[in-house]
Each structure stands twice: as C-alpha cells, then as structure tokens.
C-alpha cells in the first residue's frame, strides 16, 4: 500500500537538494570572484565547502528521486542525510523520519534493476 511518506520525503529532498546545489554553485562563484581579486588562504576552505554543499545537493536530489519512485531504500536514506546540511536542515529531519517510516513500501530490488 502506497503512503504519502516515502512521496513527501522525496519532494523534502529534493528542496533541500536544489537549494544546497545553489548556495554551493553560488558560494563557488562568489569566492572564485574574490580570489581573482585577492589572495587569501581562506578561500581554499571556502571552495571545498562549496564543492562539498554541490556533491550533498546531488545526492539529496539523487535519493529524493529513489523516494518517489520507492527504489532502493539505502539510497534514498543517504539522500535525507545529505539534506541536513545548512539551515534548511528541518527539511532532512522530516525526510529521514518519512523515510524510515515508509520504508517497507520500497522495493526490494537492487540499482540493476532501474
């Protein structure tokens, strides 16, 4: 039996995906800007922040996508984790708590299998 679980816990993701991608892309073009006009050795960790908030983002969209079509339950999980990140981290509590409530409304079947 389909829930609204596992289908609101996609949509969580997948804000909190896009908005972590943007702040990150943003982020990376705000301090590559800055960098070009000065050098400061803060800038190397500003860039890795950035670039690790664009990976998050992917994988929360990527798990957000495996809620709503109720595949691979693992992955969907790490989406909701990787939606915890920044102050939009209400949207990952929300997604991992419908996601382990739905969880046995995902198929069993393994990545082969999309």
Known sequence: ??????????????IAGITEATVGIT??????TIAGYTVLPV??????FT???IALGIVAIA?????LKR?????ALAGSICSLFGIWFVLGILAI???SMGKEEFSQRGVSSL
């Open 51 to 53: 670039i690790a908030l």
């Open 97 to 99: 708590i419908f996601v």
């Open 71 to 75: 595949r691979i339950w693992g992955l």
């Open 43 to 48: 800038l190397g960790g500003i860039w890795a």
């Open 63 to 67: 798990g957000g996508i495996c809620s």
């Open 27 to 32: 982020g990376a073009i705000i301090s590559g």
């Open 1 to 14: 039996m389909k829930t609204w679980k596992p289908t609101t816990a996609g949509i969580l993701m997948i």
